[in-house]
T-cell receptor
Framework: GENVEQHPSTLSVQEGDSAVIKCTYS??????FPWYKQELGKRPQLIID?????GEKKDQRIAVTLNKTAKHFSLHITETQPEDSAVYFC????????????FGQGTELSVKP | GAVVSQHPSWVICKSGTSVKIECRSL??????MFWYRQFPKQSLMLMAT?????????EQGVEKDKFLINHASLTLSTLTVTSAHPEDSSFYIC????????????FGSGTQLSVL
């Protein structure tokens, strides 16, 4: 079945440094890749997404890259701030077919002041 | 943005009782709603896909007779945990996909279920 692998499971960086989280997916028909930020006990919040016809997308300090050939995508956060500390999830789906969203295992990011 | 309301936000119940969780799309119509379960420090695991007016599709390993899903309208889906046991204690969260869009999901606020 579909599977999404996410690494690392925990990531600790100093404020101002960059953070990179990587995901691989198994379903070659996946074409929609969102990233969510979840704070403890709260709902996941969509922070950025990318579709398979695009290789990179940027929104201020956040960027996502996609390599369809290798079936992996990455989240890049630059100039990290303590409020970036949370659990981040990648996900994949066959978006244009109304497909279900499969999540990675999550990365707990800690940004130290 | 689209708003998905989920109730209750937390519930404590005795073992053997049933608990109903509601998921409502407040300002849009949702053709599809998804139910996820999340254990502490773990990922969101898809339980089932709910389409309005039809039977839910359950993921492998999820007991359909234990987790009853009803999607009677384009704005409401319910998940009933029947004969709950302590191992069912978890964070349950729904998400909804807007009619005529096939990508973005909007999440409810989640329900923390504790079964004593």
């Amino acid at each position: 079945g579909e599977n999404v692998e996410q690494h690392p499971s925990t990531l600790s960086v100093q404020e101002g440094d960059s953070a990179v989280i990587k995901c691989t997916y198994s379903d070659s028909a996946s074409n929609y890749f969102p990233w969510y930020k979840q704070e403890l006990g709260k709902r996941p919040q969509l922070i950025i997404d990318i579709r398979s016809n695009v290789g990179e997308k940027k929104d201020q300090r956040i960027a996502v890259t996609l390599n369809k050939t290798a079936k992996h995508f990455s989240l890049h956060i630059t100039e990290t701030q303590p409020e970036d500390s949370a659990v981040y999830f990648c996900a994949a789906s066959r978006g244009n077919q109304g497909g279900k969203l499969i999540f990675g295992q999550g990365t707990e990011l800690s940004v130290k002041p | 943005g689209a708003v998905v309301s989920q109730h209750p936000s937390w519930v404590i119940c005795k073992s053997g009782t049933s608990v109903k969780i509601e998921c409502r799309s407040l300002d849009f119509q949702a053709t599809t709603m998804f139910w996820y379960r999340q254990f502490p420090k773990q990922s969101l695991m898809l339980m089932a896909t709910s389409n309005e007016g039809s039977k839910a599709t359950y993921e492998q390993g999820v007991e359909k007779d234990k987790f009853l899903i009803n999607h009677a309208s384009l704005t409401l889906s319910t998940l009933t945990v029947t004969s709950a046991h302590p191992e069912d204690s978890s964070f349950y969260i729904c998400s909804a996909r807007r009619v005529a869009t096939n990508e973005k999901l909007f999440f409810g606020s989640g329900t923390q279920l504790s079964v004593l």
